[in-house]
């Protein structure tokens, strides 16, 4: 229970007071934020509806004229409700967070990385190096050229994984085989969680030799 | 309740606007009833404060009087007083940050500290001394312009800051609304605040992109708009870029053939600076121009076509460029998915960057609204949202600059990415890493590098007093908050027993607390001199202006003068010293008149005699 | 934050940074992620029949900590018997690096690439057949 300090009234944690209405300096989780059920499939364009609509409530803009607790409620409840929504809004975020909600840690029993896609990483990795390394100018365009077609490769890759992804998220919703569904998502969290560093490592490779 | 105002702390220039019957509407703050404040103060030797246009005059520059003579006027800078400029550029830097261009520029004191300092007359002054002048004057124009009605008292305001300005530089503009005492309810970046006076009639719905190319900043701001929600998705910039750079640019072509040391004259370097603004404001309406700078006994005289500005604008315009891919990227669209443009700033009045912004948009940018207003206007709609008097309206903006902490090997831990919605916060763990360790240091950063020693540090904290316990077992955490203002908060707590921790901050850059108490003091003790004796020692300033320069040019030019001319000199110079230490300070602006009058031929021709050497040297060195 | 000199030597120059020969004798590989990060990371140990660790290398494309982990980890295993290396708890790494809470993956990556690559050697030694090779060799980076 927690205590509204605008009128007093003590009650469920929540990010407005059902009382008067006043901001509510609470920490819980992302649904609760929202007030949306727990469910991994989310329409996003309600999310943003419901996310708009707290804001016009509860945002410190709300409250410039007021006393400093209450500012102060109005601003760390914001605080939360802006995390819940990019928490719910991106799927990878969203499902990484499913798995603390549930107990779960994503590193564990989860170290093994498909072989395909650890050949993939450290063939690329090396890539890289390579074009870091060559001093040639003609050389380092053409392992450019080449890292960049990778470059599309791995985006294909890693839309592939986000489709996985919301094929994951649609399961857990209508099946009760968690265990199962744990690992699958874990799998599925982790490959992207591989193919975004790599990702960001090519992307600032081919940044700093479009630079030189 | 009080009104909120709205004011735009430029560069170049100032405004202050507030809603009027709906409609937010500059005030007129200019002496020729302009809404423009030129962003420049002067500083006389005693402190006097002067901003705006009178301050313009009295940088030093040189100037054509009767007859075609041309003399040097105005505070010459250090211990003759000086004129402060683009003060805005300095705000929130350490002395260590001062780029080696702008060193030139002005007299500071010491650069080692957290916070640059100018160096004028006996005293120092920070930026947002400097800012809170500005700001003070804006206060007082409106209020006049109001008719001094105690009901119209500016105290609560909106001030805008580029939307790229890290840490240190908002809480720089924050203490500049305090020292000039006002309250300031919210920092608002400038592009956003330019969207609400776009789309406070329209209530459009779309995607936005504003493209804020100012006199000494850029800033691009995606945003998205719907149903009165003004939801930054993405912001970028520079805060050292803006038409300033361009004016730089034609001045070094203007004076390319003179000799290093008469380029580096803060009278000639002004002088020219002037001309180049001119020039370039001129050539948005003509091809070609002629660009003439007199200086003594010899005039720069050039042509200059638009073609030829454009040619040395390009290079700052593509930087812009870069900066909007970047942008659109981390908004996650395309050129094509932005419904509209719009130009702020006065530096998109030059065609180069409407056509650059339009090949880039694929779309003719909006510019309806005046672009040196847009962005007082919208922090008055943002002041009148925070009244409650714009019904659903709200915006919500993000924080332009990844926060971070530093972690081994010096790198940086990234805690809140750039382009994330404000107000947020994040709680982080930390523990001990040796047995009976009492306190844990944490090194806060702002930036986007990898590496710690390449972003800015913007505090360090002291956790502690921590219990003493095996390392790794007091959980301690910290959390780290970024205010609407975009400004970092932060508490700590022990999580075992629930305490608060006090944490020990030191900001990296910027004034602590009690400098600003102290600044606060000494504000209020020159507010109180009256304005008799103020006067009175702005006339004496005068005297011992030209008496020292006097003094300081007859030791090394005293050759260039012949003996009764010297009688003369000497004979008005002593009743100069003798009035000035009298009360009447018209005999003393009198007698500094008529010094003025008899040393003017000197001056000429020590002039002459200069520009002659070193024309002659410049000539000989490019014989050899 | 203060680190050990130790750490930033790691750090700025890890040691054994490489691959064996793909069908070199006696090496055996472990290749593990941490999904925290995305890091993926390479380890190998070149193991004497009697089961005592003579060299090893690593790739770890990835953070300070995970680089400066492997390479003080390639450093303490040589010389030891596989049973006692499979006994490393990441708690000595991160003792030893003083990592801070937010690298503690790290450190667990290189206790796991260990077991990872005795395991892979136990297997093919007792099968004697040639496991998957997850990297191409190539030159050193």
């Known amino acids: 229970m927690i205590e509204c300090l605008s009128c007093g009234r003590q009650q469920e944690p929540s990010l407005i007071c059902a009382e008067c209405g006043s901001p509510l300096a609470a920490q819980f989780d992302c649904f609760a934020a929202l007030g949306l059920p727990r469910r991994l499939t989310i329409d996003l364009d309600a999310l943003e509806r419901r996310y708009h609509e707290l804001s016009r409530k509860i945002h410190p803009d709300r409250f410039a004229s007021k006393g400093p607790k209450v500012r102060d409620a109005s601003l760390r409840a914001t605080a939360t409700l802006t995390r819940s929504y990019r928490t719910l809004r991106d799927p990878v975020a969203r499902g990484l967070y499913w798995l603390e909600l549930n107990g779960e840690k994503l590193a564990e029993n989860n170290k093994r990385v498909p072989v395909e896609?650890?050949?993939?990483?450290?063939?690329?990795?090396?890539?890289?190096?390579?074009?870091?390394?060559?001093?040639?100018?003609?050389?380092?365009?053409?392992?450019?050229?080449?890292?960049?077609?990778?470059?599309?490769?791995?985006?294909?890759?890693?839309?592939?994984?986000?489709?996985?992804?919301?094929?994951?998220?649609?399961?857990?919703?209508?099946?009760?085989?968690?265990?199962?569904?744990?690992?699958?998502?874990?799998?599925?969290?982790?490959?992207i969680a591989y193919l975004r560093t790599l990702i960001r490592d090519v992307d600032r490779a081919l940044e700093n030799s479009k630079a030189a | 309740m009080a009104r909120i105002f709205g004011i735009d702390l430029g560069t170049t220039n100032s405004l202050i606007a507030a809603m009027e019957n709906g409609e937010p509407r500059v005030i007129a703050v200019g002496e020729n009833g302009s809404a423009l404040l030129p962003s420049v103060v002067a500083i006389a030797p005693d402190s006097a404060v002067t901003v705006g246009e009178r301050a313009i005059e009295m940088e030093p520059h040189l100037t054509v009087e009767r007859g075609g003579r041309v003399s040097a006027v105005g505070f010459a800078g250090g211990e003759y007083g000086a004129v402060i400029r683009s003060a805005k550029r300095y705000m929130g830097l350490g002395g260590d940050?001062?780029?080696?261009?702008?060193?030139?520029?002005?007299?500071?004191?010491?650069?080692?500290?957290?916070?640059?300092?100018?160096?004028?007359?006996?005293?120092?002054?920070?930026?947002?001394?400097?800012?809170?002048?500005?700001?003070?004057?804006?206060?007082?124009?409106?209020?006049?312009?109001?008719?001094?009605?105690?009901?119209?008292k500016v105290e609560r305001v909106v001030i805008t800051v580029p939307a790229y300005f890290n840490d240190g530089q908002r809480q720089a503009t924050k203490d500049a609304g305090r020292l000039a005492g006002l309250e300031v309810v919210r920092l608002v970046n400038e592009p956003t605040a330019a969207s609400l006076a776009y789309g406070l009639n329209k209530m459009a719905t779309g995607n936005v992109a504003v493209f804020d190319f100012g006199g000494g900043t850029f800033?691009?701001?995606?945003?998205?708009?719907?149903?009165?929600?003004?939801?930054?998705?993405?912001?970028?910039?520079?805060?050292?870029?803006?038409?300033?750079?361009?004016?730089?640019?034609?001045?070094?072509?203007?004076?390319?053939?003179?000799?290093?040391?008469?380029?580096?004259?803060?009278?000639?370097?002004?002088?020219?600076?002037?001309?180049?603004?001119?020039?370039?404001?001129?050539?948005?309406?003509?091809?070609?121009?002629?660009?003439?700078?007199?200086?003594?006994?010899?005039?720069?005289?050039?042509?200059?076509?638009?073609?030829?500005?454009?040619?040395?604008?390009?290079?700052?315009?593509?930087?812009?460029?870069?900066?909007?891919?970047?942008?659109?990227?981390?908004?996650?669209l395309t050129p094509d998915n932005i419904d509209a443009v719009v130009l702020v700033g006065g530096s998109t009045r030059m065609p180069l960057v409407r056509r650059r912004v339009a090949e880039m948009f694929h779309r003719e940018p909006l510019c309806s609204i005046n672009p040196d207003q847009v962005v007082a206007l919208g922090a008055a709609v943002q002041a009148s949202v925070l009244m409650g008097t714009q019904g659903d309206m709200l915006l919500l903006d993000v924080v332009p600059l990844s926060l971070g902490i530093e972690t081994m090997g010096g790198v940086m831990e990234r805690l809140i990415h750039r382009n994330t919605t404000i107000p947020t916060s994040v709680a982080e763990g930390f523990t001990t890493a040796v047995d009976n360790q009492t306190h844990v240091d944490i090194h806060v950063l702002q930036g986007e590098r990898e590496l710690a020693k390449d972003c800015r540090s913007l505090a360090r904290f002291k956790l502690g007093p921590i219990q003493a316990q095996p390392a790794g077992v007091p959980r301690i955490e910290v959390t780290f908050l970024i205010d609407a203002n975009g400004i970092l908060n932060v508490n700590a707590r022990d999580e075992r027993t629930g305490r608060e921790h006090s944490v020990d901050v030191k900001p990296s850059y910027g004034l602590t607390d009690d400098e600003i108490e102290r600044m606060l003091e000494e504000a209020i003790d020159l507010g109180e001199q009256d304005l008799e004796e103020r006067l009175l020692i702005s006339a004496r300033n005068d005297a011992d202006q030209i008496l020292g320069a006097l003094r300081k040019q007859l030791g090394e030019f005293g050759r260039l003068i012949d003996a009764g001319e010297r009688a003369r000199m000497d004979e008005v110079a002593e009743r100069v010293e003798a009035a000035r230490t009298g009360a009447d300070r018209e005999l003393i602006a009198k007698l500094v008149e008529e010094l003025n009058e008899v040393t003017t031929p000197f001056a000429e021709r020590i002039m002459d005699a200069a520009i002659k050497l070193a024309l002659e040297k410049k000539s000989v060195e490019e014989l050899s | 934050m203060a680190y050990s000199d130790k750490v930033i030597e790691h750090y700025n120059n890890p040691r054994n940074v490489g691959s064996f020969a793909k069908d070199e004798k006696g090496v055996g590989t472990g290749v593990v992620g941490a999904p925290e990060c995305g890091d993926v990371m390479k380890l190998q140990l070149k193991i004497s029949d009697n089961g005592v660790i003579e060299d090893a290398r690593f790739k770890t494309f990835g953070c300070g900590s995970a680089i400066a982990s492997s390479s003080?980890?390639?450093?303490?295993?040589?010389?030891?018997?596989?049973?006692?290396?499979?006994?490393?708890?990441?708690?000595?790494?991160?003792?030893?690096?003083?990592?801070?809470?937010?690298?503690?993956?790290?450190?667990v990556l290189a206790e796991d690439a260990i077991k990872a690559a005795i395991t892979d050697w136990r297997k093919r030694k007792g099968d004697d057949v040639a496991v998957e090779e997850p990297a191409k060799t190539s030159k050193e980076a």
Not at chain 1, 159 to 171: G, W
Not at chain 2, 128 to 149: P, V
Not at chain 2, 305 to 325: M, Y
């Open chain 1, 117 to 191: 896609l650890a050949e993939l990483v450290f063939e690329v990795q090396e890539q890289l190096a390579e074009m870091q390394l060559s001093s040639d100018p003609e050389e380092a365009v053409e392992r450019a050229t080449e890292i960049a077609a990778r470059r599309i490769e791995l985006q294909f890759k890693m839309d592939e994984a986000l489709v996985e992804l919301d094929r994951n998220f649609a399961k857990w919703d209508e099946s009760a085989d968690q265990k199962m569904l744990t690992l699958e998502l874990k799998t599925t969290l982790s490959n």
């Open chain 2, 219 to 332: 800033d691009i701001s995606i945003l998205s708009i719907k149903e009165g929600i003004f939801e930054v998705l993405a912001t970028n910039g520079d805060t050292h870029l803006g038409g300033d750079d361009i004016d730089r640019a034609l001045v070094d072509w203007l004076l390319a053939e003179l000799p290093e040391t008469l380029k580096l004259d803060r009278h000639v370097w002004n002088s020219a600076r002037m001309a180049a603004e001119d020039a370039k404001k001129r050539l948005t309406d003509v091809a070609e121009t002629d660009v003439v700078v007199e200086l003594p006994g010899h005039s720069i005289r050039k042509h200059l076509t638009r073609d030829a500005l454009e040619g040395l604008a390009a290079p700052f315009i593509a930087r812009t460029l870069k900066r909007c891919e970047l942008a659109i990227a981390d908004a996650k």
């Open chain 3, 72 to 107: 003080y980890v390639t450093e303490l295993v040589k010389g030891k018997h596989i049973d006692e290396a499979m006994t490393i708890k990441n708690t000595v790494i991160v003792k030893e690096l003083n990592l801070p809470p937010v690298k503690i993956h790290c450190s």
């Open chain 2, 97 to 152: 940050e001062i780029a080696p261009e702008d060193r030139a520029r002005y007299m500071f004191a010491d650069l080692s500290g957290p916070v640059v300092r100018f160096q004028i007359g006996k005293r120092v002054f920070t930026p947002s001394q400097i800012s809170a002048e500005i700001l003070r004057a804006l206060k007082g124009s409106a209020e006049r312009a109001f008719g001094n009605n105690e009901n119209e």
